[in-house]
């Protein structure tokens, strides 16, 4: 499955994948505002999954990964999250930051098993649909000689990676 980093024009797809896979989905607008200034790469033509990041300075937030029902547990998401360590890793960035429902099992177990710690919580952050309010779990993952993002690289189809230089921070390119 391909991997690319994300264009304007795949908004739509974007926000119709995101509806799927989260309660309070975001709208086509604000897929196109953030990708006017933000990271993101997806896989799949049409797409089957997105990761979208935003950096500033030595540090950057995951701000959403979604993978489509019929792909989830193929490692997908453990594809996009190596590749996306390895590229902030090469452009400075030292510290990345998320915040995953405490509910959301399957995404906690990933990102526990990549090497994210919690570091905080966001009480009732998420409005469930039956109007539950369910905390947030705060992860972090440091970017060091200790974390071997490379390894993790090779274990998730190092052969697909790409390279890409357009890193965007604070709405610019650098």
């Known amino acids: 499955m391909e991997l690319r980093a994300a264009t ?72 996009l999250l190596a590749h996306i360590l390895a590229a902030l890793a090469q452009h400075s960035v030292r510290r990345i930051f998320l915040e995953v429902a405490c509910d959301n099992h399957a995404a906690c177990a990933l990102y526990s098993k990549i090497g994210f710690l919690q570091v905080g919580v966001r009480q009732e952050y998420y409005i469930r649909p039956n109007g539950h309010a369910m905390d947030a779990k705060i992860l972090s993952y440091v970017l060091d000689d200790t974390n071997d993002v490379k390894k993790l690289d090779e274990s998730d189809h190092n052969s697909h990676r790409i390279q890409y230089d357009g890193w965007k921070q604070n709405g610019r390119s650098h």
Do not use: N, Y
Not at 22 to 50: C, H, M, N, R, Y
Not at 69 to 76: F, S, T, V
């Open 8 to 79: 304007l024009s795949d908004a739509p797809a974007m926000a119709e994948l995101h509806r799927s896979c989260f309660d309070v989905p975001w709208s086509v607008d604000t897929f196109t505002t953030f990708l006017a200034t933000e990271q993101a790469f997806v896989l799949g033509k049409p797409i089957q999954a997105f990761i979208m990041v935003r950096t500033s300075v030595d540090e950057a937030e995951i701000l959403t990964l979604a993978v489509a029902q019929q792909w989830q547990r193929h490692g997908l998401a453990t594809r």
